[in-house]
């Protein structure tokens, strides 16, 4: 008998914050309302206009509140929509780190990765022993799989799984993106 695993392919939490920041933090006057876009590999909630001039980096990655727009924050508190105590960030940053967050000048880009990608290209494996084939594959399955749910899924130890990764960075047919703790890998041919 076959058991299935579900995985989520996004934090519901995350994505729901991000929407609700963006909205909150949209500069509405320069027309260009925020956004969700829908990739193969991830989410992206973009809001136009940046941060605040009174308002740093390290004050929004430690979740202080400070919306753009005060009356829709009212309104949408009255609606139960939003609190008053800025966990958005917070909450987005305990489930994808602050890599999720690309702020400019005139953009913030929150991006919510999935955990495996929905459409993939053909991959090939050939020039792959099997026990480079068999890591190669579960990272296509998951590209944010850590050293160790690898060793679980190929029985591999450690420092074996470890050669085999470097090996397959070697021969280019992957690369980390983001931190070992947070990040994924590229599948790259």
Request: proline share 3%.
């Amino acid at each position: 008998q076959t058991i299935r695993k579900e995985i989520k392919l996004f934090d519901e939490s995350s994505l729901r914050e991000a929407w609700v920041n963006a909205c909150l933090h949209t500069k509405w006057d320069r027309m260009i309302p925020p956004a969700i876009y829908i990739f193969d590999d991830r989410i992206e909630i973009v809001s136009t206009g940046g941060l605040p001039i009174d308002y740093s980096k390290e004050e929004f990655f430690e979740g202080v509140s400070h919306p753009v727009n005060k009356g829709l924050q009212k309104i949408m508190a009255q609606l139960g929509l939003v609190e008053q105590t800025g966990h958005g960030v917070l909450e987005i940053i305990k489930h994808y780190g602050k890599e999720a967050f690309n702020i400019s000048e005139n953009f913030i880009c929150v991006t919510l990765r999935f955990p495996f990608l929905l459409t993939r290209g053909e991959t090939s494996f050939s020039g792959l022993n099997q026990t480079q084939e068999r890591i190669l594959k579960a990272i296509i399955v998951k590209p944010s799989i850590t050293t160790n749910e690898l060793c679980k899924v190929t029985n591999l130890g450690i420092s074996r799984t470890n050669i085999v990764i470097k090996e397959l960075k070697e021969l280019n047919r992957i690369r980390r993106i983001g931190s070992n703790k947070t990040g994924y890998w590229e599948v790259l041919s």
